[in-house]
């Protein structure tokens, strides 16, 4: 079983409806993220967790948000698609430690919004 | 803006021959440098990292070269294999304390042919 596990893999829906992509782990990491990854652009920070009541924003949080239920679950709400939030959306865990520790990521969400 | 450049978008490279992918960061307060590479319908995977104390960092066919003076960062591939086939992204973070959040660059799409 993956490590690191997101629900849905894809998804298609339309213009202004309420969407939920969910992230679970089985690492025991304290610390979570969700990216969105787009043709040119790479990777780009959405929100980040340090622990189950610590939540906090990254480069490009609008119109998305958060809860981490758990230490073990996160996910990611659009609260009313549109289409620009089409891309592929992944979640990743790293442990506290000392120094840089790895991010480790799920095989990601494809949203698309028609 | 995007503080982490990546170059070239795409490569191709016969198999044997070096793939080189080059990055250029802005922020003098960046202090660790991961390389990810990910494959089709997966997510990304840490590869090698480095730290600006040290100029070279090698595991296996992959070195990092760094060059602190001219924020700029590089990933070679010796001896490229159709293996080593994927996207690659640098990213690159600061506070050495931990702070968890990765600035990545574009990407790359490596093709090594036959």
């Known amino acids: 079983d993956a490590d690191v596990t997101q629900t849905p893999r894809n998804r298609i829906t339309k213009t202004g409806k309420r969407i939920m992509l969910e992230c679970s782990q089985t690492k025991g990491h304290d610390r979570m993220y969700w990216y969105r990854q787009d043709p040119g652009l790479g990777l780009r920070l959405i929100y980040y967790?340090?622990?189950?009541?610590?939540?906090n924003k990254g480069e490009i949080s609008d119109g998305y948000s958060v809860s981490r239920q758990a230490q073990a679950k996160f996910s990611l709400s659009l609260e009313s698609a549109i289409p620009n939030q089409t891309a592929l959306y992944f979640c990743?865990?790293?442990?506290?430690?000392?120094?840089?520790?790895?991010?480790?990521f799920g095989d990601g969400t494809r949203l698309s919004i028609l | 803006q995007q503080q982490v450049k990546q170059s070239p978008q795409s490569l191709i490279v016969q198999k044997g021959g070096i793939s080189i992918i080059n990055c250029a960061y802005e922020n003098t307060a960046f202090d660790y440098f991961p390389w990810y590479q990910q494959f089709p319908g997966k997510g990304p995977a840490l590869l090698i990292a480095?730290?600006?104390?040290?100029s070279e960092k090698k595991e296996g066919r992959f070195t990092i070269s760094f060059n602190k003076s001219a924020k700029q960062f590089s990933l070679h591939i010796m001896d490229s294999q159709p293996g080593d086939s994927a996207t690659y992204f640098c990213a690159a973070s600061k506070g050495s304390g931990n702070t968890g959040k990765l600035i990545f660059g574009q990407g790359t799409t490596l093709q090594v042919k036959p």
């Open positions: 480095i730290r600006p104390d040290v």
């Open positions: 990743a865990t790293s442990d506290l430690g000392q120094g840089n520790q790895p991010q480790h």
């Open positions: 967790s340090f622990d189950v009541k610590d939540i």
